[in-house]
Structure formats: C-alpha cells, structure tokens
C-alpha cells in the first residue's frame, strides 16, 4: 500500500498563485511516474502534469506555460507550481502515483484523496 497526502489547495484570485505537494509513504519499492490530474464539476478526470522517476514531464496543453511540475526523490515528494492561475483551473486535483510496491512484481497505481483548488475574485 501506498498513502498519499496532498496539500497546498484553496482559494485564490485569479493570476494568482498556488504550489500543490504530495508526499507519498508506504511500501514503495521504486516509483516510475508521479502526476497531478484534476475534476472539474461534471467533467471526466484529466492529466494536468506527469514526472517520471527519469525526470520526463508531460503536461496538459491547457496548462503549458503556466504549470511546473517537480520533484524531491529523497522525499518522494511531487510538487505542483501553478501561476496565472484561471477560473476554468478550478477542480478538485489528485495527486496519483505509479510505480512497484514491495513484494509485488506488477505497477500499481494509487491516488490521493484531493484537494481543492478554486480560483474567483
């Protein structure tokens, strides 16, 4: 098992700012990607930003330009840097990670619980 807590989420104008991390803790063997994905109200689910253990990222066109995503290995710790924050940004964002857990020898994948981003004036 793979426990995920997420922090960093709120209420914020938009052009504003906000750092999302995710720290994960369990029976981690290795980690081959960590990522961010989001909900909207009554959308699907989608990939924001992705960071393999190699350091290749990936993220949505939406957010290109305006996202940063990052990571501390000694940590496992994945971190989210948002900026010109807009009102379509908000959605509930879940940190998901992917990777070998010990004693297993297929990938799984966990998310975390979710947190809260909103952006308004």
């Known amino acids: 098992q793979v426990q995920l807590v997420e922090s960093g989420g709120g209420l914020v104008q938009p052009g504003g700012s906000l750092n999302l991390s995710c720290a994960a803790s369990g029976s981690i063997f290795s980690i081959t990607a960590m990522g961010w994905y989001r909900q909207a109200p009554g959308k699907q689910r989608e990939l924001v930003a992705s960071?393999?253990?190699?350091?290749?990222?990936n993220y949505a066109d939406s957010v290109k330009g305006r996202v940063t995503i990052s990571r501390d290995n000694a940590k496992n710790t994945v971190y989210l840097q948002m900026n010109s924050l807009k009102p379509e940004d908000t959605a509930v964002y879940y940190c998901?990670?992917?990777?070998?857990?010990?004693?297993?020898?297929?990938?799984?994948?966990?998310w975390g619980q979710g947190t809260q981003v909103t952006v308004s004036s």
């Open positions: 960071i393999t253990s190699g350091g290749n990222t």
């Open positions: 998901n990670w992917y990777g070998f857990t010990i004693g297993n020898i297929m990938r799984r994948t966990y």
